[in-house]
């Protein structure tokens, strides 16, 4: 289990853009596919999108395509969001595997040990 930490979320208006970072102490990360994930209130945990390892494909849920994107650098994943609406408040989630490739994490949702998240909330 690779120890992820999520940040850049908060309280943003209709319009406005974030960019969420999730971050590791781990030498290697750049060999781990990682995938964003959010929950908003009263639904469940969905995958967002992923990036392979060393940034070599990345893959979206059909819902963000266009609207966000995900990089990485040595150590850090990075998801920029524009246009950001109420719809997408969630709490979001990042999580690392190193065994697949981005796309099979849309389906690498349910999991044990979740971080906490970074909380985005969106207002009108």
């Known amino acids: 289990q690779v120890p992820l930490v999520e940040s850049g979320g908060g309280l943003v208006q209709a319009g406005d853009s974030l960019r969420l970072s999730c971050a590791t102490s781990?030498?290697?990360?750049?060999?781990?596919?990682v995938g964003w994930f959010r929950q908003a209130p009263g639904k469940e945990r969905e995958f967002v999108a992923a990036?392979?390892?060393?940034?070599?494909g990345t893959y979206y849920a059909d819902s963000v395509k266009g609207r966000c994107t995900i990089s990485r650098d040595e150590d850090t994943v990075y998801l920029h969001m524009n246009n950001l609406k109420p719809m997408h408040t969630a709490v979001y989630y990042c999580?690392?595997?190193?065994?697949?490739?981005?796309?099979?994490?849309?389906?690498?949702?349910?999991?044990?040990?979740w971080g906490q998240g970074t909380q985005v909330a969106v207002s009108s």
């Open positions: 999580a690392a595997d190193s065994d697949v490739a981005a796309r099979a994490m849309a389906v690498r949702v349910a999991r044990d040990n």
């Open positions: 781990v030498d290697n990360f750049n060999t781990y596919t």
């Open positions: 990036i392979n390892w060393g940034a070599s």
